[in-house]
């Protein structure tokens, strides 16, 4: 008998319908992901109050930029640091530290806010700060996730966060921009300090398992061994990139402006910062497929394709509209790019080294994105906006085709048969059977 067409499309519901079960069976990723909910909010907030500010003290436009210079060097330094002392000291402690000192800098924040003259050089120095306390606390946050959630739930949890994520890009900045505008940064800073307090309470309440012992103590030489680690697996260091060449070759907010421009309507410029996080939360409440995937390294090579592809297509669009629908694409295919890197890393890195790895993981879903806008700058001087937009999304594909053809062992990957995926997933079933009797 034919089979019946609304079973079958009930059938395609549930299978795209995101997958809330490290929601209802973790207790420790209900905290994480409250924490982080408040916390992105606070940090948009911030994200939006101190650029401000610096434009209300100085008028400037470099003044604003030199913002993020200052905090570029704790960046990279603290989250290298930050995914050493992961594997050598208990991770719960690391967070909650460092989110007392992020608290401590939105403080300094809002007195500096408060006084009579508020001084430039305490928003640089805090920004350096700041930077430096999240790139301490990053490494942690994310090796803590596989301790806390199922093994065949890693890639459900991984596209929650991104739903978190993409979620907040979309709401927070609008509603942060209209707290800092309307009643003040001092406002905005105090309402910041509240949602840390917030999120140190959530944090607090968490009970992680414990880590393995059997890393080695922060150090330089700990670092090396973390990197030699990834360079001996070809199927990591597809992830890595992979990631940076779509990043470098079609990351380019920094031509929206001109963009919005050319089109003559400057109202599309929110347009098109916002379309990639659209795209990425439809990708994320849709997400439910992912968990059926095994084949993660094809899914990151086939998404990273269609991202370029996206981007190529935006930069021949002959409407505002067109070119938003391609960047919502681009956004989309990035957000399950970014599913299946976090799924390869959480069900094969062992748990000594998934601080030290994470390190390597926030530098390099960092570093790509301004080398990006560096790229697409450059670009645009030699050739216009429209020949670096689609330029770029080309080499992005050809750069991503060149990997997949050198990287065999990524591009093979299977999690169902993969040496590392199967070593982890017996240990994790171990420890559990280790636990419940």
């Known amino acids: 008998m034919p089979e ?90 690391i967070i909650l530290l460092t989110e007392v000192g992020l608290c401590l800098t939105i403080t300094i924040l809002l007195v500096n806010a408060l006084l009579p003259d508020p001084q430039v050089w305490i928003l640089y120095v805090v920004g350096a700060l700041a930077a430096g306390f999240g790139s301490l606390q990053r490494p942690s946050l994310e090796s803590l996730m596989p301790r806390v959630v199922r093994h065949d739930q890693l890639t459900a949890a991984a596209a929650l966060a991104g739903f978190r994520w993409n979620l907040g890009a979309i709401v927070a900045p609008g509603l942060s921009g209209l707290i800092a505008a309307s009643y003040g940064v001092a406002t905005a800073y105090a309402i910041n300090v509240v949602t840390f307090l ?48 779509a990043m470098v070759f079609a990351f380019a907010t920094a031509l929206f402006p001109f963009l919005a421009d050319e089109f003559g309507v400057p109202g599309a410029l929110g347009l098109f910062y916002s379309a990639s996080a659209v795209g990425s939360l439809v990708a994320s409440v849709t997400s439910g497929w992912t968990a059926h995937v095994h084949r993660h390294g094809m899914g990151v090579i086939a998404a990273a394709v269609v991202w370029g592809a996206a981007v190529t297509l935006a930069g021949a669009m002959p409407s505002v509209w067109g070119v ?114």
């Open 198 to 245: 917030a999120s140190l309470v959530l944090l607090w309440l968490v009970k992680a398992p414990p880590q393995d012992r059997d890393a080695p103590p922060a150090s330089i030489s700990s670092l090396v061994d973390g990197v030699r680690y990834a360079v001996r697996r070809p199927d990591l260091m597809g992830t890595y990139l992979v990631d940076i060449a």
């Open 4 to 93: 019946n067409p609304d079973r079958s499309l009930r059938g395609l519901l549930r299978r795209l319908r995101m997958d809330l079960s490290p929601l209802r069976d973790s207790r420790d990723f209900r905290l994480l992901f409250g924490s982080g909910v408040i916390g992105m909010f606070g940090t948009f907030l911030t994200l939006v109050a101190v650029p401000l500010q610096m434009k209300q003290l100085t008028g400037s436009y470099l003044a604003v930029g030199l913002v993020s210079v200052a905090e570029f060097v704790p960046m990279v330094v603290c989250g290298l640091w930050g995914g050493a002392i992961a594997d050598a000291m208990a991770r719960r402690k």
């Open 324 to 437: 938003f629908i391609c960047l919502a694409l681009a956004g989309a295919a990035d957000m399950i790019s970014g599913v299946f890197r976090a799924t390869i890393w959480n069900q094969t890195i062992p748990d000594s080294y998934r601080g030290r790895l994470a390190g390597i993981e926030l530098l390099s879903y960092t570093s790509g994105p301004m080398m990006g806008n560096a790229r697409a700058s450059l670009m645009a001087d030699l050739g216009g906006t429209r020949f670096s937009l689609s330029a770029g999304g080309l080499l992005c594909v050809g750069a991503v085709a060149a990997m997949a053809a050198l990287l065999p062992k990524f591009r093979d990957y299977d999690a169902r048969t993969d040496e590392h995926a199967v070593r982890e997933r017996t240990r994790r079933e171990e420890l559990a059977k280790a636990v419940v009797s």
